[in-house]
């Protein structure tokens, strides 16, 4: 999906309203021309990009929400029509609002304000028209649609007969896309592997659940008793805490046992709209990789901006503490028997220092 950008506003183009003479005589009076450009907003009030219609050939602009069933929608979106260049003598011309309807799957009527379109008059420099979307949080899991064409309303033009030749692209339809999911679990928390892969069980099964504490590795022990290694050799901690309120921003705060920090920026953090619950590889990778650096003694000092319906990923790379040391007595010897435990938990605050998520993950190593 390709993202408009611009300075403010998706420019589709330029839209030339001819008016067709009064007069008998074609020749002598020249046919008055207002030309208006209409533009689309980049983003929502709250923030949701603009992209290009598929298949509207850069003349269609949507605008996609995606929240759980029972979280309620109040955003709006500006269209902007400005008048760039007219000529002659000319009283109203408007561009029109056409939204679709008796179709299965839309966004209900009532949970959109829609204007007739945007009027002009001589003398007129820009205008706006407001778009409003403000849905219950009562509708089902599912998607729902609603297409608004534009287009010029030769009936309510003065004078009548007004023609609509387009400068190509022009914006011709919108379309609102809202997406209600299931509930999402607030606070989720798991533990991988240095590559992204969920710790497994003894059955070799991967560990899905949050904050599960059935995840198994092997320490590795030579001759001497000293733990050399682990399998596998490193670990990350992964917490997904989705924000079901309103935009805020938070921090975080670690605790771990049986483990410490692998290099000096060993906590990442990254914003996206909804992940996965569990982590995904592609998710794992773009927290590391795209991820915001936040050094490695336990906490997100940052406050980090988290707009509602939005997910703060943070990632913690960890390996097992006491390598090089003695391994303990009573270690076990299986899978079944692993007894070496290490554990690691997150908490979110708000700006107020409330608590609004915490999540711990654990797993037990034995002697391999």
């Known amino acids: 999906m390709r993202t408009i950008r611009s300075f403010g506003f998706v420019c589709f183009g330029l839209m030339a309203l001819v008016a067709l003479p009064a007069a008998a005589n074609a020749q002598s009076v020249p046919a008055p021309v207002v ?12 923030g949701i990009l603009g992209a290009v219609l598929p298949g509207s050939g850069d003349t269609g602009v949507k605008y996609v929400w995606v929240v759980d069933q029972g ?26 609002y056409y939204p679709s309807t008796n179709l299965s ?38 998607t729902y649609i609603k297409t608004i064409k534009l287009s010029v309303d030769a009936a309510s033009n003065v004078p009548t007969g007004l023609r609509v030749p387009y400068t190509e692209p022009s ?34 099964n991967s560990i899905t659940a949050s904050a599960s504490n059935l995840g198994r590795f092997a320490i590795v022990v030579n001759k001497k008793n000293t733990q050399v290694a682990t399998n ?25 046992s049986g483990v410490t920090p692998v290099g000096r920026q060993a906590i990442h953090y990254y914003v996206t709209n909804r992940p996965n619950t569990p982590i995904t590889q592609a998710e794992f990778d773009m ?3 795209l991820g915001t650096p936040e050094g490695s003694d336990d906490v997100i000092a940052t406050a980090v901006p988290v707009r509602s319906g939005a ?56 002697r391999k």
């Open 35 to 46: 030309t208006v450009q209409v533009t689309a907003p980049q983003a929502t009030t709250n």
């Open 71 to 96: 979280t309620p929608i109040d955003d709006q979106l500006t269209v902007r029509g400005c008048i760039t260049s007219q000529t002659g003598t000319w009283s109203k011309a408007v561009v029109g």
């Open 105 to 142: 799957g839309q966004i209900p009527s009532s949970a959109l304000t829609i204007p007739p379109g945007i009027e002009f008059a001589p003398g007129d420099a820009c205008k706006d028209s407001v778009i409003k979307l403000q849905t219950p949080g009562t509708l089902a899991v599912g």
């Open 171 to 204: 914006l011709r339809q919108i379309q609102l896309i809202v997406t209600v999911m299931a509930p999402q679990q607030v606070t989720s928390c798991y533990l991988t592997d240095s590559e992204g892969e969920l710790l497994s069980g003894c059955d070799d």
């Open 232 to 256: 596998p050799g490193q670990f990350y901690y992964n917490l997904i805490w989705r924000n079901n309120g309103a935009d805020r921003a938070v921090r975080v705060r670690f605790t771990r």
């Open 287 to 289: 927290a590391n990789g």
């Open 311 to 366: 997910s703060l990923i943070a990632t913690y790379h960890l390996e097992w503490a006491t390598l090089g040391t003695a391994a303990a007595a009573g270690i076990g010897t299986s899978c079944e028997a692993a007894n070496q435990w290490m554990s690691v938990g997150a908490t979110v605050y708000d700006a107020l220092g409330t608590r609004v998520g915490v999540c711990t993950a654990s797993a037990a190593g034995y």
